[in-house]
C-alpha cells in the first residue's frame, strides 16, 4: 500500500504545553482523508506541520515516502494548501494573483489559470478586485490556488467556510472529481460533518492534540447501528411504556423530544400501537442509521461505535 503522507510520533509544544502529542496519521494514495475535532483538538497545527510552517517539537513527517525537513522545497511545490484565512494581493484580480502565485512556484502553464477559474466556478470576474470579492468568492479562489498547479496532494483546511448550499455542492463534487479522476490525495477539515461523510474514505478524530481514532468510513458504515427514532413530548412515558409493556432494553433518550429504540425485534407498527394504547402522543416515527456525527460524538464522549 502506498501512503502520501505518514506521521510518526508528532507533537508540537508551545511553552511547555503539548498542542499536539504523539500523533500517528496514515494517508493512502488518491484518498479523501477528513480530520475531525472540536475548535482547539491541534487539526490547523498538525496541518501547519505538514506544510513547514511549524517545526514539530519532536516526531517526524514522511510525504511522498521522504522525510519531510526545512529544506524540502520540492516535495513543497507538490502540494496545493490551504491554511486557516486565505490571503491575496486585495487590489489585483483574481487573474493577477493566480499569474503570481504560478511565478513564484516557478509554474509556467498559464493555460491552467483559466482552468482553474472555471473549475470554481468564478466566472466573469476577469476585472474585479479581490477587494470587492465576497467571502464565498475569496474561498473559491483559494481553492482555484490551492488546484492551480495540479498539485499531488491537497491540504484544506476548512474549504467551504463561507460558502452556501450550492457552493458547498459544487465543491463536493469537485474533491470527488479531483481524487477519483486524478488520484489526487486530499487532507481535509470542516465542521460539517454531514459533509466529510459524504466525501471521505477515512476520517481521523482529534481531541486536545491527541489523535483518537484513524478508521475508514466503510468500517463506520458497517459498524453504526440502525435505529428507531421516535419524536415524541413525552420522551420518559414512552420509554416506561417500550420497556415494561415490550419488554425492550435498548433504548437511549436523546433529547427533549426524541429517544431511539436499538435492536429493536418487533414490527414498528406494534411499537406505534403500544404507544398509542398506553396514550403517548407520538409526532413522527422514523427509522434511521447512524452518522458520522453520531460515531464523532461517541468518539469524543469516550465511548467506542454508537450501538
Known sequence: MTYTVRTKQLTRAYNGKEVVSNVNMNIRQGEIYGLLGPNGAGKTTVMKMLTNLVKPTAGEIEIFGEKLTPNSYRLLGRMGTIIENPIFYEKLTARENLDLHCEYM????????????????????????????????????????????????????????????????????????????????????????????????????????????????????????????????????????????????????????????????IPQSELMKALVLHEVEIEAVHRKKGSLEDYFLSILNGGGVVA
Open 106 to 265: 516557478g509554474y509556467h502553464n498559464k493555460q491552467s489559470i483559466a482552468e482553474a477559474l472555471e473549475l470554481v466556478n468564478l466566472k466573469g470576474i476577469e476585472g474585479k478586485s479581490v477587494k470587492d470579492f465576497s467571502l464565498g468568492m475569496k474561498q473559491r479562489l483559494s481553492i482555484a490556488r490551492a488546484i492551480l498547479t495540479k498539485p499531488e496532494l491537497l491540504i484544506l483546511d476548512e474549504p467551504i467556510n463561507g460558502l452556501d448550499p450550492v457552493g458547498i455542492k459544487e465543491f463536493r463534487d469537485l474533491f470527488k472529481m479531483l481524487g477519483r479522476q486524478y488520484g489526487i490525495t486530499i487532507l481535509i477539515s470542516s465542521h460539517i460533518l454531514a459533509e466529510i461523510e459524504l466525501i471521505a474514505d477515512t476520517i481521523a478524530v482529534m481531541n486536545e492534540g491527541k489523535l483518537l481514532q484513524e478508521v475508514s468510513m466503510d468500517h463506520i458504515a458497517q459498524q453504526t447501528a440502525e435505529y428507531i427514532e421516535v419524536t415524541t413530548r413525552s420522551t420518559h412515558k414512552a420509554a416506561y411504556v417500550l420497556e415494561n409493556h415490550l419488554n425492550l432494553t435498548n433504548i437511549r433518550i436523546t433529547g427533549d423530544h426524541e429517544l431511539r429504540i436499538y435492536d429493536c425485534p
